[in-house]
C-alpha cells in the first residue's frame, strides 16, 4: 500500500463483504456483525446487492426508504436496478447518448437497454462503485455488504477489472473507426474516464475491502469453496476470514451424533486447506436466525 492509500484508508469507512454459496448464512453472519458494529455506536450501513434481498427480513424493518434507519446508528440498504440505472445516467447515459445520437437516430431508453445488454457488467460495475462512493463519503464508520450467492457476486468482483482490460484496446479500435464528420474528442474522453472509475474499482476491491467467505461443512459448499478461493486469487483480491456455519455441536441423539460425524470430515478438511485463515464456527441453532435478540447471540459468537 501506498501512503496515499494508507491515508485513504484510514479516512474511509470499513467495507466488509459477505460472499459464499446461496443459503449458507450470509445475510445472517453480515446482518449480525452490522449489529455488533452498530452497537458500539459506530454509524454502520448494511447494503444488500442481492437482486432478492433479506436484510428487511432478518431486521424485521418495514418501509420502502433508503436508507432505512434500524436502530440508533445502524441503518440498512437493498441496492436495486433503479439505484444502479441512476448512477449510470449521472455518470455516463447522458453524455455518451449525446455522442451516440449524433450519428445514430436512437431514443434514450433504447440506448440505455442497448448499452446495458451489450455491457453485461453495467449494472455490477455501478453496484461497486456506489459501494466505493459510499465509503468515500464519510457517512458510515462501516460498510457491510451482504451479496447473492457466489456466482454472481463473483461476475460482480470481475467486472471493473474486466472492463479494465477491454477499455485499453478502446481507443485504438476507435481511432480504426472511419467517422470523419465527427469530432473523436468527447468519446475519447469518455473512453478515459471510464477506464479511470475501472482502476478506480478494482483498487478499492483490492485495498480498501475485507472479504469474508460463509460456507457450512458439506461436499458441495466445500468444493465449491476451492473454486470461489482461486478466482478471488486471479483478481488479486484476498479472503480475510472463513465462517463455518450450521456446525452441530449437540451430540445427544443417534441423529445429530451422525450428522455431526459427516460433518466433521468436511471441517477436517477445510481446517486443512485453509489453514493460514482465521476460521470462525457458527453453531446450527435450532430455530431461524431473525430479529434482534437473536442477531446479538451470533454476534457474541462471531466477535468473541
Ligand atoms: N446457524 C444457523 N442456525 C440455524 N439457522 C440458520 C443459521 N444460519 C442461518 N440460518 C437460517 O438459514 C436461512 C438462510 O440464511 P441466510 O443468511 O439468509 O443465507 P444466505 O444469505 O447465504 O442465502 C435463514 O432462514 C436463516 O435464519
Ligand atoms: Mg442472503
Redesign the pocket.
Known sequence: MSDVEKGLASNGASITM?S????????????ATALHYASSGEQTLAIST?ATP?LSH?FEATGEEKPKKIQGSLYISELGVEEVEEMWDEKFGKEVYDVFSSFVAIDYEEFVEFTTSILPGLSDEFMVDYIRELSLRGDYSNIVW?TA?LGQTLALLHTPAMLLEHLRMAPRVYARLKLSNISKEPILNIISRWQQLSADETDFLRNRVKFVI?TIPEALAVEQLENAFGELDRYGLKVGQLII??VIKADDSDFLKAKAAQQRRYLDIIYDRYSGLKIVE?????????GWDRLKE?GGILFP
Open positions: 459477505f459464499g454459496k446461496g443459503g449458507v448464512g450470509k445475510t445472517t453472519c453480515a446482518a442481492d433479506s432478518i451482504d450467492p460463509v456455519n450450521n457458527l453453531p446450527m441453532f435450532p430455530y431461524e436466525v431473525k451470533v
